[in-house]
């Protein structure tokens, strides 16, 4: 059991300036607060607080750290709110209490490999401040060394929950002592057998091994001081959870494993490192391959070592590393170790800088702060959600979901099913109903409303980060505009012909049956003049297509017609069906055979472009109210242009957006009735218009193929309500 005179007195040790008051108070605090709890050992509860507070100390982590573990739960578990914390502890334990309160409701809940990587992963981001991680692996450490306590099922699920999240957390910090006490103690909830025997084993070894351990740490150090280098060597015994991996991994007996005991040897500085080694090597032989150069090399988690294993004095494999007294530090308080005060040895800012960067996973970061005169500082408020690429979110049953930074609820709601995507019709954020532009947080729960009727609109894009809902929403219209092509060319089909086409007909055309055909004629692959040709089938004059208001038709940039009108369909190659005005130039030049007269009906919220030329006196203000008038009859200007004329007038040229004839015929009628306006038309005729817009069309061109694209959405929706 941990007391509050023993985590100060380890304070002082390492800071003698720390202010110790600080801690005596959030002591006093703490222990009022958690006054009437107790824990499931019968103990008071604030004994779990000291315990979290003493290993913070052990980690020499600053006072706002120790506080934080004495504070940790009172937010959690009692009347305490952050303000009360704030106020006497001040903004920076508030925030770190926070934290730690925060990650807490975190709840990982798949025990699947992949969840675990990415609930860490998450626990990274969502940590702010690297304390917070600290204090929550010390929170951890301290309730599995009390785990005894709690019912079996807790145990286990405790246990694995940090074996599969805590201990390699701590592994990633570098803290290697917490990893290997945490995985020690779960492994002897997980396996109990298990555990006893390589426990019973290693005490049944213990005098031979502790024998061997110190022969061998004097033949090293004797060795050593020949060559005039001082060192300090000691051999540690591996730990129980290392030496059962080892014998699963290796299939070996307890008997044949020797490296159960293995040797640091601690030098001066780098050079000596390798002059050790050197040493060692000369004295005992290596075992080829077991040699790695960490110094050169540092381990993602900032390790550094020579590590070497040799054929030591009894035939016994010996493991050694060689550090200098920093990277043991290092080594064995990863992170922790930056906050290390005075007595760590390490000083002056430069050294600091050159361990910082020793850390590779915050290399990043480093080298923002390379400039930053007090590293220290900068890294008491790391932002760790920077470094982050990604957002970890939940679903509703727990799942965890890895997106890009800036995804929003389609992206996600995609990630879960492409059928999901295309028929969601809403989200709900944390419970709260959400728009589809909202960009998803870190630990956010996602619930995704679907309907059955549902389907995917081009605006979606809009929304869309991720390129597999970009994907799925494009595939989506790709099979929309394939069934809209089938049904365009049975309808052309259907009209030419008097009965289906026969087998030899349909192989005449390269297809291989009936339906290909259809979409290559709706496609205008096969153009209806070598159709009709081919059948040998003479008419003149344009074909009725009854159906064609259910295919795929993109109004001709020539000519601009709208729903309403009399228009022309031709089938381009392609393309499908190309709807130009009847009187349309282009459209002339074709021939006639390649026509068909098609219906377009409006499509409510469905617009698109068509040009009007306004013909006005000049007077200030005139632009103002006609775009006015225009935007008040719900149509929207895309493109303008302006002509002066002689004797004070003006002629317009304006694209703009209906839905159809009448909706335009409501907007020309509007802008009639303002004063100084003379004259307005419509300009339907390819040359009046091209004359005008041709350097907007490629800009125009982009509005019409949303604009249709949008039609075949509505559009299959109808196709669906009349096929039922
Ligand atoms: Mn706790």
Same mark, same amino acid.
């Given at each position: 059991?941990?007391?509050?005179?023993?985590?100060?007195?380890?304070?002082?040790?390492?800071?003698?300036?720390?202010? /110790?008051?600080? /801690?005596?108070?959030?002591?006093?605090?703490?222990?009022?607060?958690?006054?009437?709890?107790?824990?499931?050992?019968?103990?008071?509860?604030?004994?779990?607080?000291?315990?979290?507070?003493?290993?913070?100390?052990?980690?020499?982590?600053?006072?706002?750290?120790?506080?934080?573990?004495?504070?940790?739960?009172?937010?959690?578990?009692?009347?305490?709110?952050?303000?009360?914390?704030?106020?006497?502890?001040?903004?920076?334990?508030? *925030?770190?209490?926070?934290?730690?309160?925060?990650?807490?409701?975190?709840?990982?809940?798949? $025990?699947?490999?992949? =969840?675990?990587?990415?609930?860490?992963?998450?626990?990274?981001?969502?940590?702010?401040?690297?304390?917070?991680?600290?204090?929550?692996?010390?929170?951890?450490?301290?309730?599995? !060394?009390?785990?005894?306590?709690?019912?079996?099922?807790?145990?286990?699920?405790?246990?694995?929950?940090?074996?599969? /999240?805590?201990?390699?957390?701590?592994? !990633?910090?570098?803290?290697?002592?917490?990893?290997?006490?945490?995985?020690?103690?779960?492994?002897?909830?997980?396996?109990?057998?298990?555990?006893?025997?390589?426990? #019973?084993?290693?005490?049944?070894?213990?005098?031979?091994?502790?024998?061997?351990?110190?022969?061998?740490?004097?033949?090293?150090?004797?060795?050593?001081?020949?060559?005039?280098?001082?060192?300090?060597?000691?051999?540690?015994?591996?730990?129980?959870?290392?030496?059962?991996?080892? /014998?699963?991994?290796?299939?070996?007996?307890?008997?044949?494993?020797?490296?159960?005991?293995?040797?640091?040897?601690? +030098?001066?500085?780098?050079?000596?490192?390798?002059?050790?080694?050197?040493?060692?090597?000369?004295?005992?032989?290596?075992?080829?391959?077991?040699?790695?150069?960490?110094?050169?090399?540092?381990?993602?988690?900032? &390790?550094?070592?020579?590590?070497?294993?040799?054929?030591?004095?009894?035939?016994?494999?010996?493991?050694?590393?060689?550090?200098?007294?920093?990277? *043991?530090? &290092?080594?064995?308080?990863?992170?922790?170790?930056?906050?290390?005060?005075? $007595?760590?040895?390490?000083?002056?800012?430069?050294?600091?800088?050159?361990?910082?960067?020793?850390?590779?996973?915050?290399?990043?970061?480093?080298?923002?702060?390379?400039?930053?005169?007090?590293?220290?500082?900068? %890294?008491?408020?790391?932002?760790?959600?920077?470094?982050?690429?990604?957002?970890?979110?939940?679903?509703?049953?727990?799942?965890?979901?890895?997106?890009?930074?800036?995804?929003?609820?389609?992206?996600?709601? &995609?990630?879960?099913?492409?059928?999901?995507?295309?028929?969601?019709?809403?989200?709900?954020?944390?419970?709260?109903?959400?728009?589809?532009?909202?960009?998803?947080?870190?630990?956010?729960?996602?619930?995704?409303?679907?309907?059955?009727?549902?389907?995917?609109?081009?605006?979606?894009?809009?929304?869309?980060?991720?390129?597999?809902?970009? =994907?799925?929403?494009?595939?989506?219209?790709?099979?929309?505009?394939?069934?809209? $092509?089938?049904?365009?060319?049975? $309808?052309?089909?259907?009209?030419?012909?008097?009965?289906?086409?026969?087998?030899?007909?349909?192989?005449?055309?390269?297809?291989?049956?009936?339906?290909?055909?259809?979409?290559?004629?709706?496609?205008?692959?096969?153009?209806?003049?070598?159709?009709?040709?081919?059948?040998?089938? =003479?008419?003149?004059?344009?074909?009725?297509?009854?159906?064609?208001?259910?295919?795929?038709?993109?109004?001709?940039?020539?000519?601009?017609?709208?729903?309403?009108?009399?228009?022309? #369909?031709?089938?381009?190659?392609?393309?499908?069906?190309?709807?130009?005005?009847?009187?349309?130039?282009?459209?002339?030049?074709?021939?006639?055979?390649?026509?068909?007269?098609?219906?377009?009906?409006?499509?409510?919220?469905?617009?698109?472009?068509?040009?009007?030329?306004? +013909?006005?006196?000049?007077?200030?203000? %005139?632009?103002?109210?006609?775009?006015?008038?225009?935007?008040?009859?719900?149509?929207?200007?895309?493109?303008?242009?302006?002509?002066?004329?002689?004797?004070?007038?003006?002629?317009?040229?304006?694209?703009?957006?209906?839905?159809?004839?009448?909706?335009?015929?409501?907007?020309?009628?509007?802008? !009639?009735?303002?004063? #100084?306006?003379?004259?307005?038309?419509?300009?339907?005729?390819? #040359?009046?218009?091209?004359?005008?817009?041709?350097?907007?069309?490629?800009?125009?061109?982009?509005?019409?193929?949303?604009?249709?694209?949008?039609?075949?959405?509505?559009? !299959?929706?109808?196709?669906?309500?009349?096929?039922?």
């Amino acid at each position: 059991m941990s007391r509050i005179f023993e985590i100060t007195e380890k304070i002082k040790s390492y800071d003698p300036d720390a202010n /110790i008051n600080l /801690i005596n108070r959030a002591y006093v605090f703490a222990a009022q607060a958690h006054a009437e709890q107790h824990r499931q050992s019968g103990e008071l509860y604030i004994n779990h607080p000291l315990g979290v507070a003493n290993i913070l100390a052990s980690l020499k982590l600053d006072v706002d750290t120790i506080a934080t573990g004495l504070l940790h739960d009172t937010v959690e578990d009692t009347h305490v709110t952050l303000e009360d914390i704030r106020a006497r502890f001040g903004d920076d334990v508030g *925030h770190l209490v926070d934290g730690v309160t925060k990650i807490g409701k975190i709840q990982f809940q798949s $025990s699947e490999h992949k =969840q675990a990587e990415n609930f860490r992963k998450m626990l990274l981001a969502t940590a702010k401040d690297i304390r917070v991680l600290l204090v929550k692996l010390a929170d951890r450490l301290h309730n599995m !060394r009390t785990l005894g306590f709690v019912p079996r099922r807790k145990q286990v699920s405790t246990s694995n929950e940090t074996m599969q /999240i805590y201990a390699p957390l701590a592994h !990633r910090l570098g803290i290697h002592w917490i990893k290997q006490e945490m995985d020690d103690i779960a492994f002897s909830y997980l396996e109990p057998e298990a555990y006893q025997e390589v426990l #019973g084993k290693l005490r049944g070894n213990l005098t031979f091994l502790d024998k061997t351990r110190s022969q061998i740490e004097v033949l090293l150090q004797e060795a050593l001081q020949r060559e005039k280098l001082d060192a300090t060597i000691y051999g540690r015994m591996k730990h129980l959870f290392s030496i059962h991996e080892k /014998i699963k991994r290796k299939h070996v007996d307890f008997d044949q494993l020797y490296d159960l005991v293995a040797f640091r040897v601690i +030098v001066k500085d780098t050079a000596e490192c390798y002059h050790a080694l050197g040493i060692i090597h000369s004295l005992y032989p290596p075992v080829p391959g077991r040699f790695k150069d960490y110094i050169a090399l540092p381990k993602p988690n900032g &390790y550094q070592s020579l590590q070497t294993t040799v054929i030591g004095p009894g035939s016994h494999r010996i493991e050694v590393q060689i550090r200098t007294q920093a990277m *043991h530090q &290092y080594a064995e308080d990863g992170v922790a170790a930056h906050w290390i005060y005075k $007595s760590d040895g390490v000083t002056g800012e430069k050294k600091k800088n050159q361990q910082l960067r020793e850390f590779r996973w915050l290399k990043q970061l480093t080298e923002m702060i390379q400039d930053t005169s007090n590293p220290t500082e900068f %890294m008491e408020n790391v932002r760790l959600d920077l470094f982050v690429q990604e957002v970890y979110v939940f679903s509703r049953d727990g799942d965890i979901f890895a997106l890009p930074r800036g995804s929003t609820p389609l992206d996600f709601a &995609y990630a879960v099913h492409t059928d999901v995507g295309n028929h969601c019709v809403g989200v709900r954020v944390n419970g709260q109903l959400t728009d589809f532009e909202t960009r998803l947080h870190q630990g956010d729960q996602v619930e995704v409303l679907t309907g059955p009727e549902q389907t995917p609109s081009l605006q979606w894009l809009k929304y869309i980060k991720t390129p597999r809902a970009r =994907q799925s929403v494009r595939q989506y219209f790709r099979r929309q505009e394939r069934d809209m $092509s089938i049904r365009m060319g049975a $309808s052309v089909l259907d009209t030419i012909l008097d009965a289906k086409p026969s087998e030899k007909m349909i192989k005449s055309f390269k297809c291989k049956d009936y339906k290909q055909l259809c979409e290559k004629v709706g496609r205008g692959d096969i153009p209806v003049d070598e159709l009709i040709s081919t059948l040998g089938q =003479q008419r003149s004059g344009p074909f009725q297509l009854h159906h064609a208001k259910s295919a795929i038709m993109y109004p001709a940039t020539c000519c601009y017609p709208l729903p309403g009108d009399q228009v022309m #369909g031709a089938l381009v190659k392609g393309k499908g069906m190309v709807i130009h005005d009847r009187y349309c130039n282009t459209l002339q030049q074709q021939h006639e055979n390649t026509w068909m007269e098609v219906e377009w009906k409006p499509e409510e919220g469905v617009n698109f472009c068509t040009a009007i030329e306004i +013909v006005t006196k000049n007077r200030r203000g %005139m632009l103002g109210d006609i775009s006015g008038t225009i935007a008040s009859q719900k149509s929207d200007i895309e493109d303008l242009r302006i002509e002066q004329k002689a004797g004070q007038m003006t002629t317009l040229t304006v694209l703009l957006e209906v839905e159809s004839r009448k909706h335009l015929a409501d907007v020309i009628r509007c802008v !009639r009735q303002l004063e #100084g306006v003379e004259r307005v038309k419509r300009l339907n005729h390819s #040359g009046l218009v091209l004359k005008h817009f041709h350097q907007g069309v490629g800009h125009m061109l982009k509005g019409v193929m949303d604009a249709s694209l949008h039609l075949l959405q509505t559009n !299959r929706k109808k196709n669906n309500d009349s096929s039922t």
